[in-house]
């Protein structure tokens, strides 16, 4: 069974940074998806960022809009862990941040993940 867990929430201000990390064990596939996805109060779940990864080949991230030039996605295969460096934080990136994961490359469709972590929440004071 997959398992997902995230950390390195908390709050900064207006134009501040934070590094999250997402733990994932239990799986055993050759191309799959490791994803971030976020949520703010009053507001539906979106994608953020993800990495697909096939085999040995390099991993392809995907970046919602409203994140590209400030948050870098990757991962070290070696802790099997996932990382959201996110820079230049402005209120509206204020949410809860999950973790997810799927096989087959990454999609912003939701429903495609298997396994998801309990979240780890990020404040971003103005």
């Known amino acids: 069974q997959v398992q997902v867990a995230e950390s390195g929430g908390g709050s900064v201000q207006d134009g501040g940074s934070l590094k999250l990390s997402c733990t994932v064990s239990g799986y055993t596939y050759s191309y799959y998806c490791w994803a971030w996805f976020r949520q703010a109060p009053g507001k539906e779940r979106e994608g953020v960022a993800g990495?697909?990864?096939?085999?040995?080949?390099?991993?392809?991230?995907i970046y919602a809009e409203s994140v590209k030039g400030r948050f870098t996605v990757s991962k070290d295969n070696a802790l099997n862990t996932l990382y959201l460096e996110m820079n230049n934080l402005k209120p509206e990136d204020s949410a809860m941040y999950y973790c997810a994961m799927k096989t087959g490359p990454c999609s912003w469709l939701q429903d495609q993940y298997r396994a998801w972590g309990q979240g780890t929440q990020v404040a971003v004071s103005s």
């Open positions: 990495l697909t990864t096939y085999a040995q080949t390099p991993s392809v991230p």
